[in-house]
């Protein structure tokens, strides 16, 4: 436990902490206690009052499991968040990359200079505000996660008692404005892209990915059943094509419809089972900035789609299955979504209204005539 020493001190030459009988210049009270690995602290304070608040709060700090050592909070952010980067392995290289990102950009420039004690709940507030000022609110939500990650591995590393980034009001994201094309959009875009045009027709009838779809291989097609089972990923970071699982980590299996499946068929005749079903002119990996700038931007101009993403021929395939019939769980299995619960955020306001026939079909129930019991 914490004792305050009742006598009064100095600094001495060497810094030594040297008695003195009276109250002189330069005197103080001195606080000593052991942290909770054991170590040797102590504090000097002007006042006794001070350091007997301050005994009762490493105290009560030491019991509830929330003490941080004096100094701990001296470390500046930018080392905090270089070793926060260092321990992000697990993550994908995608992910980490757009975290690097987020740190090299916008945290390291704001607050690589200053110390994690010194990082205040209403300086933070400040930052994300005027960040919400010249970026979309998304992009300010990602990166403010990034950061009270950041925070948070400070706290569990005892340098400070709680993350100032915790309770921020953040920028409220603007519902997304999908498209979605119908079946005769779907078809001139694909006429319009020429001989890419099944590239466009399979990412609107299945809803992949573009890094699944380029890293679809031809044995994981299965015409029998009319089905492609998605099991892996590419990506493109910084101009590295990075392999992968999936974006929820667990393989699928989506449906073909028949005159997708009749395409595909053509396209995997006298292929190998590890070729790729998507490849591009010269057999590599189709890499989506490729597709844009050779075929679909133009096509999606010819059209008069402007600004159309490929990204939105996945919005598309859900519109489509909705409109055929398909209910939450279909969808979400067909897309890959983690829950359901994602499935309806994205897409619940195309589910067909159905209140009106339920009322209606407890109202004929109601008023049906008894039936006799037997």
């Not at 030491?62 to 001296?74: F, N, W």
Request: with cysteine; net charge positive; aromatic share 8%.
């Amino acid at each position: 436990m914490a004792d305050i020493d009742d006598r009064w001190y100095r600094k001495g030459p060497d810094g030594e902490d040297i008695p003195t009988p009276r109250h002189g210049q330069g005197s103080r009270w001195l606080l000593r206690w052991r942290d909770p690995s054991g170590v040797q602290r102590k504090k000097s304070f002007k006042r006794k009052a001070e350091a007997q608040k301050f005994a009762t709060d490493v105290e009560h700090r030491m019991l509830s499991g929330s003490y941080v050592a004096p100094h701990a909070g001296r470390v500046l952010v930018d080392e905090s968040a270089r070793q926060w980067l260092d321990a992000q392995a697990h993550l994908s290289r995608s992910t980490f990359a757009r975290y690097e990102i987020a740190v090299n950009t916008h945290i390291r420039p704001r607050w690589g200079r200053v110390q994690l004690a010194a990082v205040t709940h209403a300086d933070v507030q400040q930052w994300v505000s005027a960040l919400a000022r010249e970026y979309s609110a998304a992009s300010v939500i990602k990166v403010h996660r990034v950061f009270s990650q950041i925070m948070s591995w400070a706290v569990r590393d005892a340098r400070i008692s709680q993350n100032p980034a915790d309770g921020v009001r953040l920028p409220r994201p603007a519902p997304p404005d999908h498209r979605y094309l119908d079946h005769r959009q779907v078809t001139e875009l694909a006429d319009a892209c020429g001989t890419s045009g099944l590239v466009v027709r399979f990412l609107a009838y299945t809803g992949l990915r573009w890094g699944e779809l380029a890293a679809l291989k031809v044995k994981r097609v299965d015409l029998v059943r009319r089905r492609v089972l998605i099991a892996e990923s590419v990506t493109e970071v910084n101009g590295e094509l990075v392999w992968g699982t999936t974006k929820t980590h667990e393989r699928r299996s989506v449906p073909l419809p028949r005159f997708l499946a009749e395409a595909v068929a053509h396209l995997v005749a006298h292929r190998a089972s590890d070729d790729l079903l998507f490849s591009s002119p010269r057999g590599g990996v189709l890499r989506v900035r490729n597709f844009r700038r050779g075929v679909f931007d133009r096509a999606v101009k010819e059209v008069g789609l402007t600004g159309f993403h490929p990204h939105e021929l996945r919005h598309t395939a859900a519109s489509l299955a909705i409109a055929s019939g398909a209910d939450v769980k279909i969808v979400q299995q067909m897309l890959g979504h983690k829950t359901a619960t994602m499935t309806l955020d994205l897409y619940g306001h195309l589910f067909p209204d159905r209140l009106n026939d339920i009322a209606d079909r407890m109202d004929r129930e109601a008023c049906a005539p008894d039936v006799p019991r037997e």
